[in-house]
């Protein structure tokens, strides 16, 4: 199957947005075996957009368009697409209610305006929109399917997800249910994650297995299977296969974050955190704290920024300080054993480095950092060089801090 | 001009980036009152990528490629422009050279396959290229224009800058250009800042007046005019205008943030400053040590998330906290108060509140914040209640601390 993907707006055209959902579309459809030959961006303009859509109709089996479904006199992907496949437009009515108790929740009247989007080509199929007013529509004419979504990511993604993959799934054949589950890895590098399962990432067709890119690791296992068991037995059986290779960074799976697995596991065994960080400037204690609940094992974070405040506030002797430097293992360990024993905390983190641009000296580079763990039974301290911009060293800084005390804690 | 901007690569297709070469370049021709009519994303196939040339040669004045200069064998956009063109393509020895000097610098020899990047279609103009091994080419023909740049952002944005914008401001001519000019606000809500300059907003046509979406209040001034010169007049009557109206939101203008702001301030005065955060756990410590330099003027802060360290490591009364709660505007005084001394800080900032979605009680909602700036001549609190997602609200009460020390410290 080719596809083409047709994102519809003016917004795209003039910058003010990346065309992101071309984007996540393309990976999602990618790991279905579907290829994508194209993506277009074109603005709310039905003369361009109905050339588009039939010039993508003669390429292409499949052709996604996005956005253009809102209830204003601009959005007209519906109504142009209908007009290029020779469709009438046809008032839904179950969803023309659902339009309107959308609103009655909120106690407002439905604007007149909204009526346009429970319109649909005649003989769509509704792909339900639960978080949004717009419904998307789902054609087939002869070998084309042309699938209508709306342009918000947080509308258009569940509706993928839910509707539009398992449809898909379906017509590629040999299934019709498609599932997928993230492993989220820390502790480990990019490359060196791919040299230990090379093997696996080449030779697999179904379920597929993707590293996807981002803030950390994650690896994406995708299933095809005739139902809901046997994907699910299926992703199981590559799930194993990749734990044997790298069971030891997987921290979670699908909406885990690093600080969310820290803190249940933190509660579950009744221990406390404290933390002393330099380098990362509070960015620590903001992953920790951004999980409800956090208060019941996070105690307090002292953001030592100046060296005073190493001595002062935390009681790192100057003569560590004078001797070591600053961003030293010994001074991580100070700061993590004082802020622990501070703050009564079961464990503690400490980091202190170079975040940069400025701050470099003759033996210390930018992008140097030592982290420290402190624990009943244990102090380790570990050196890393993060070679990357400021906001990046923070990001990498935190998270290594962060798989420090995972490991610690999964023990 | 009408322009359309092609972007080759299969990385492209297969939702591996997403195409934010096509937003930037969209952004700046907007700003020259170039229309962008499509973005094309194309494989690195030769066929597919004559055909897109081809086609937007016919419909567009300006043709813009991005991606698809590099020495593989996968690297085909000006081999392939250069034939739809029908023009050959030639050795530059002077980008010859410029490469082979990029490799020496290094201590390598060029590897052979780097030949083919100083080859060029004969006529073309070479855009320089100082960041990488791919010049880029831009090419007239009757009355259309064609410019290749390289994929890689790092390469391809100063490219833009300092040839590709130049060189069509040149074409505009007499034209009109389009300048725009961002106000960023602080302390008022969107909805009361709309408020205050709605006949603004309802009037105005050129240059427009625009809130924008996003973290915080913010308004687009966009011009156009014949020049610069008259571009930048119309801005400036219609950024007094506003400033007559909210001058004392506007912390600042287009790059500016809340945190570099309130920066550059406490350096210009040789201030420094402290932070007391609970509600907030670490968000305004991170959002200041995001910002360069920030070690100059923050000296250290204190997550108290638990009521031991209010009174431990702050030295908040224990009777205080007792007598109106951890969740007060005494005890949000005494944090502020005690940070500042003990870091010995010329002013101090101090969060406490109720993040949710737990924590509240019979008299204190969800929501509810106390924030208290210490200074050497005043001491302030304010009451906030922010009725948002957790997130969310450690992002409302970060900005709110954040304008209270902006107005403190522009007085």
Redesign the interface.
């Known amino acids: 199957m080719k596809a083409e993907i047709i994102?519809v707006g003016t917004e795209?055209?003039?910058?003010?947005?990346?065309?992101?959902n071309?984007?996540?579309?393309?990976?999602?459809?990618?790991e279905l075996g579907i290829?994508?030959?194209?993506?277009?961006?074109?603005?709310d303009n039905s003369g361009?957009v109905a050339a588009?859509v039939r010039e993508a109709l003669s390429r292409s089996d499949l052709v996604i368009t996005t956005g253009g479904l809102g209830p204003t006199m601009d959005d007209l992907t519906k109504e142009t697409v209908a007009a290029v496949l020779g469709l009438e437009m046809v008032l839904n009515q179950a969803e023309l209610t659902k339009i309107e108790e959308r609103f009655a929740v909120r106690g407002l009247p439905m604007p007149p305006n909204n009526r346009k989007q429970a319109m649909l080509p005649a003989g769509a199929t509704v792909i339900p929109n639960n978080n949004g007013t717009a419904p998307g529509a789902l054609i087939e004419q002869g070998q084309s399917i042309v699938v209508v979504l709306p342009g918000p990511p947080r509308e258009l993604l569940p509706m993928l997800e839910e509707t539009v993959l398992p449809y898909l799934a379906a017509k590629q054949g040999g299934g019709t249910i498609i599932k997928s589950r993230v492993l989220k890895l820390c502790g480990i590098g990019e490359s060196a994650a791919e040299e230990e399962i090379k093997d696996i990432l080449l030779e697999q067709t179904n379920p597929t297995l993707a590293p996807l890119?981002g803030n950390e690791m994650t690896l994406r296992i995708t299933a095809k299977a005739k139902d809901n068991a046997a994907a699910a037995a299926m992703i199981a059986e590559m799930e194993e296969k990749v734990r044997r290779r790298l069971g030891e960074y997987i921290y979670g799976v699908d909406e885990a974050t690093l600080e969310s697995t820290v803190g249940e596991l933190l509660r579950r065994k009744g221990m406390t955190l404290a933390?002393a960080?330099s380098c990362?400037?509070?960015?620590?204690?903001?992953r920790?704290?951004?999980v409800?609940?956090?208060?019941e094992y996070?105690?307090?974070?002292?953001?030592?920024?100046?060296n005073?405040?190493k001595t002062?506030?935390l009681g790192v002797p100057a003569a560590t300080i004078a001797a070591y430097g600053a961003v030293s293992r010994e001074t991580a360990a100070g700061m993590a054993e004082n802020i622990r024993r501070?703050?009564?905390a079961t464990v503690a983190l400490a980091v202190t480095g170079i975040?940069?641009?400025?701050?470099a000296t003759a033996t210390k580079p930018v992008g140097l950092v030592y982290i420290a763990l402190a624990a009943p039974d244990l102090l380790v301290t570990e050196e890393h060089v993060y070679s990357v911009t400021?906001?990046m060293f923070?990001r990498r800084v935190s998270q290594q801090a962060l798989a420090m005390l995972w490991q610690y804690l999964k023990r």
């Open positions: 994102g795209l055209l003039l910058g003010q947005i990346a065309n992101t071309a984007q996540i579309i393309s990976e999602r459809l990618s290829d994508v030959f194209y993506h277009i961006a074109v603005g361009r588009v890119a933390l960080e990362t400037g509070g960015l620590i204690a903001n920790i704290t951004n409800p609940g956090s208060s996070f105690t307090a974070g002292i953001v030592s920024y100046s005073a405040a002062d506030l501070l703050c009564g975040a940069g641009p400025g701050g400021r906001l923070k």
